[in-house]
């Protein structure tokens, strides 16, 4: 085992306190030892950073990934993550592992809009990104990024824990960079919270309800939106329709009472 001197231990120490010092204030020698002088979004940012508690949760193979990282081998605990909260209300850090159906949509969305400012989401994997090898499926969402917004894609299928570990430390790259004074939760104004989705014969944003009907109603959906009742109004089924489906009914009857 090769030991480090105790002069190097000392370089280093410089080292990494270096970036966090004052650009431009300089403090005598004599008093650096007990004297160090930086900014408010240095130590705001440091203090976040590296104290930054992922939400316990995982959804497919990805998070074997996720909970490998966490393990003695790669331990997170080196980054001050090592404490996964089981509420989002003592979450900084949602790690969307695996693959997000339909289903699921609404719970996540749910579980983002209950963490506090501020909140940070990593896309772990392909199949949280774009869909993955599931994207044509009729269950799976092509990306959980329509849905919340995400600061960092983490790809592979499934990522290794050194990925997941360069995409956690350039989320905390991209912490360093914010300003205390222009980050958008201390600005005046309650936060909005994101719409759940709807899930019914498929998942849909609720704030496209409009557009989904113009879409599918074409100029019918437009002017009703403009009308004094604000919605559409059911449409009578036409005859032939009703005896299409009454027949369809009758086959279906006789089917069942045939032995098998």
Excluded at 9 to 37: C, G, T, W
Excluded at 219 to 248: M, N, W, Y
Aim: proline share 8%.
């Amino acid at each position: 085992m090769t030991t480090t001197p105790v002069a190097r231990f000392s370089d280093l120490k410089r080292e990494q306190l270096n970036e966090y010092l004052h650009d431009r204030i300089r403090v005598p020698e004599e008093l650096q030892a007990n004297v160090m002088v930086t900014t408010l979004d240095k130590i705001y940012n440091w203090s976040r950073k590296s104290s930054m508690w992922p939400l316990l949760f995982g959804l497919a193979c990805c998070a074997i990934e996720m909970i490998a990282t966490a393990a003695s081998r790669y331990d997170l605990a080196r980054f001050g993550m090592e404490v996964m909260r089981p509420s989002p209300r003592q979450s900084d850090l949602m790690i969307v592992s695996g693959t997000v159906t339909k289903k699921m949509v609404p719970a996540i969305v749910r579980i983002y809009n209950q963490m506090a400012e501020p909140r940070y989401v990593l896309s772990m994997g392909a199949c949280a990104t774009g869909g993955g090898p599931f994207k044509e499926g009729y269950t799976v969402v092509s990306g959980i990024d329509k849905y919340i917004p995400v600061d960092v894609y983490v790809p592979g299928c499934p990522p290794t824990p050194e990925a997941l570990l360069y995409g956690l430390i350039k989320l905390h790259e991209k912490v360093e960079r914010q300003s205390i004074t222009t980050v958008p939760w201390y600005r005046k104004g309650a936060s909005e919270a994101i719409p759940v989705p709807v899930l019914g014969p498929d998942i849909f944003d609720p704030r496209k309800v409009q557009i989904i009907k113009e879409y599918t109603l074409g100029a019918t959906a437009a002017t009703s939106a403009v009308a004094t009742k604000g919605r559409l109004q059911p449409q009578p089924i036409p005859e032939d329709v009703k005896a299409r489906i009454r027949a369809a009914q009758a086959k279906y009857r006789a089917m069942k009472k045939q032995p098998a």
